[in-house]
């Protein structure tokens, strides 16, 4: 089945820096969603970003389907945004015709004051 | 407010027992899937539900089942409860049958096994 890689695992920020989050993928995907678990454990979906360029306030989002990866950029950090970041992919193949997500393990990041 | 309600928000039971989570899907919304986020398995997806059919499986034990009524909620059961069953338990939802379309997921339920 399709592998999903995040990098870097762990990312230690000081409020207003910047930083760059990326997902490989090891074969075509159908769909990729960028989430952000926060400290209460809730997933908060950032970018549904298949393809293409995405912009959300500070965060925005890049997917190159023919490469393979997709960036999370994150500007100007704020203590908020610590927790951890995931990547998930959905692939058409064999069995697999509904709309499961494969995550990556995801980037750790805090951000300090 | 994703839209994705999950009852109850913890669950703290013993080895042995049984439990339901239910989940509400947003409104409209047709499909429902089950993710289990554990310490050492990471997300990983249980179930789909597409308008009331089972529409793809994971790696769900036999000891777990689900499904989605009439009204488009679905419960996910667990019974035969294990110490490693303890994680937090998703659910999402999506318009379709997932391809092609984003899919927004609920706060979880975090269940303990003591």
């Known amino acids: 089945g399709i592998q999903v890689e995040q990098s870097p695992p762990d990312l230690i920020l000081q409020e207003g820096a910047n930083s760059t989050l990326r997902c490989n993928f090891s074969d075509s995907v159908n769909n990729l969603q960028w989430f952000h678990q926060n400290p209460w454990g809730q997933l908060i979906n950032l970018f549904y970003?298949?393809?293409g360029t995405k912009q959300n306030g500070r965060l925005s989002a890049t997917t190159v389907a023919t490469e393979r990866y997709s960036l999370l950029y994150i500007s100007s950090s704020q203590t908020t945004d610590s927790g951890v970041y995931f990547c998930?992919?959905?692939?058409?193949?064999?069995?697999?015709?509904?709309?499961?997500?494969?995550f990556g393990q995801g980037t750790e990041l805090s951000v300090k004051p | 407010d994703s839209g994705v309600t999950q009852t109850p928000k913890h669950l703290i039971t013993a080895t042995g027992q049984r439990v339901t989570l239910r989940c509400s899907p947003r409104?409209?919304?047709?499909?429902v899937y089950w993710y289990q986020q554990s310490l050492d398995q990471g997300l990983q997806f249980l179930i789909q539900y597409y308008n009331g059919e089972e529409r793809a499986k994971g790696n769900i034990l036999e000891r777990f089942s689900a499904q989605q009524f009439p009204d488009l909620h679905s419960e996910l059961n667990l019974s035969s409860l294990e110490l490693g069953d303890s994680a937090l338990y998703f659910c999402a939802s999506s318009v379709g049958q997932g391809r092609d379309q984003p899919q927004h997921f609920g706060d979880g339920t975090r269940l303990s096994i003591l």
């Open positions: 970003i298949p393809s």
């Open positions: 409104s409209g919304d047709l499909s």
């Open positions: 998930a992919v959905n692939r058409r193949e064999g069995d697999n015709q509904g709309g499961k997500l494969i």
